[in-house]
């Protein structure tokens, strides 16, 4: 049972609030919800829609859908209305989505150029309008900058034979939960399929996920709601419960105005992938002549700049290995800390041995990384530029034994994503290359990642790169 510490109630709306806020607390994006399940994705995307929390409001889809009452475009709306690629033929107000490459690609273009603040909505599998369902192969189509999913269910299905009329891939869903055919399905069974796994497939490692028990007005008055989130609340993947109800309107049609949180439990602590980050600012900057890192940038010096760019990407925790004039440089780190965002925390870590090169002061940092870490940063502290944006890219695209690479123009630079399976290696560097030394070994797993701005890959190695930094500032 989850302890009362550890989880507060909420209602769903207040809690996609919260999170749009947090989400805000870094670089300026859209905000991404995508939905999968059965039992009311679309109302629940339609009643998000009308919520206002943004100024600006996009629906879409990855499959297909039904047109919904909002304005309709066939290329992606500058204000508030619906994205589709095409209509389909013979199916009257049915239309196609759009790939998840295209609506990746518009994200990151936001992200980068505006506008940023709209709130985008994508359904991202389909339930042949049934109250339950279970994944074809192919599915679901979830969008890598998705910010967070939520996992529909419709609890009209309970107390229902497990037949194909009522559950869609009635045979997959057997295969997930246990249950025979024609057997009855509880709420249980619902949990289940939480609990394999099975409907977390695909899900972007930077996505919150919460599930949503819709059509909860079909349910006993006396139903104990907490008892039945705590059971959910089992899959340790999920970071809220909430079951919800709508209406149904005069024209048999659902009233998404009368959306209501029967109950809604929320964890304190998001259980998300905690990405780390690993910041160098130990070296002796013997050609630049003085500390690089204590140099003054704007309003910032160098260093402090550095760590503003990567708390702002998304990572959890920050591990920056001092060396070189060490006091003056945690000085640095601490009075930048203060302005991190709320989830952001920071280590220090000392190298004695800083002088011996840059691959001593990697194994030394990489022997302190978090156990639940999945994959660490490793960037230089004297990249003031470095992107928040190409970091949360190179975030959403990681996978398991994979090194991601940031490219710019062919040209491999930093910063480096590598995932955890190689830390051990990382935590015995000696010599002057750094993680240069594994990616060698290991050209196999290099992911490389595409990023146009050229400023994000500036290092300060010498008075006339500080210049270029001085002038990128003034003009900025």
């Not at 879409?60 to 290329?75: N, Q, V, Y």
């Not at 107000?93 to 994200?107: L, N, R, T, V």
């Not at 530029?385 to 062919?410: C, K, N, W, Y």
């Amino acid at each position: 049972m989850i302890n009362s510490s550890d989880s507060f109630e909420t209602d769903l709306t207040g809690f996609v609030r919260r999170e749009i806020e947090r989400r805000a607390s870094l670089f300026p994006a859209p905000f991404v919800i995508s939905t999968v399940g059965s039992g009311g994705k679309t109302s629940t995307q339609e009643y998000l829609y009308r919520s206002r929390l943004l100024p600006c409001h996009i629906l879409t889809t990855t499959t297909a859908m039904l047109a919904p009452d909002f304005p309709i475009s066939l290329s992606c709306p500058t204000t508030s209305g619906v994205w589709f690629s095409a209509e389909v033929q013979k199916f009257p107000h049915k239309y196609k989505g759009i790939s998840k490459e295209a609506f990746d690609e518009e994200i990151r273009k936001r992200r980068l150029h505006g506008p940023a603040n709209c709130l985008f909505l994508c359904e991202a599998d389909g339930a042949k309008m049934k109250s339950l369902k279970a994944y074809a192969d192919y599915e679901p189509v979830i969008p890598e900058t998705t910010d967070l999913v939520l996992i529909l269910f419709g609890l009209k299905g309970l107390g229902l034979p497990l037949t194909e009329e009522n559950v869609h891939r009635s045979e997959v869903f057997s295969q997930w939960t246990g249950l025979e055919l024609n057997e009855t399905i509880g709420f249980e069974h619902l949990c289940r399929t939480l609990d394999s796994g099975a409907f977390l497939k695909d899900i972007p490692p930077t996505a919150r996920v919460a599930a949503v028990f819709n059509q909860a007005n079909v349910m006993p008055g006396d139903t104990d709601w907490a008892n039945l989130a705590d059971r959910a609340m089992r899959q340790p993947g999920l970071d809220a419960v909430f079951f919800t109800s709508m209406e149904k309107g005069s024209d048999g049609s659902i009233d998404t105005f009368s959306h209501k949180t029967h109950f809604g439990l929320v964890r304190c602590e998001s259980k998300a992938a905690r990405f780390s980050a690993i910041v160098m600012a130990a070296g002796l900057s013997e050609r630049m002549g003085e500390n690089k890192l204590l140099l003054p940038l704007g309003d910032k010096t160098v260093l402090a700049r550095t760590l503003h760019q990567v708390a702002q990407s998304g990572v959890n925790d920050i591990l920056v290995v001092t060396g070189f004039e060490r006091e003056k440089v945690e000085t640095v780190c601490l009075e930048a800390a203060l302005y991190f965002p709320s989830d952001v925390s920071l280590r220090l870590v000392y190298n004695p041995d800083y002088a011996d090169g840059q691959g001593s002061s990697v194994a030394r940092a990489s022997r302190e990384l978090p156990a639940q870490s999945p994959a660490a940063f490793y960037v230089p502290g004297d990249q003031p530029f470095v992107s928040p944006i190409l970091m949360r890219q190179m975030m959403e695209t990681h996978r398991d034994g994979r090194i991601s690479q940031a490219v710019h123009q062919r040209k491999s630079g930093s910063p480096v994503l590598f995932d955890r399976q190689f830390f051990p290696e990382l935590s015995e560097l000696k010599g002057d290359m750094g993680g240069r030394q594994v990616i060698k070994r290991y050209p196999e797993a290099v992911m490389p990642v595409n990023f146009d701005l050229a400023l994000s890959f500036l290092d300060l190695d010498d008075p006339s790169d500080y210049a270029k930094a001085c002038k990128a500032i003034n003009l900025g």
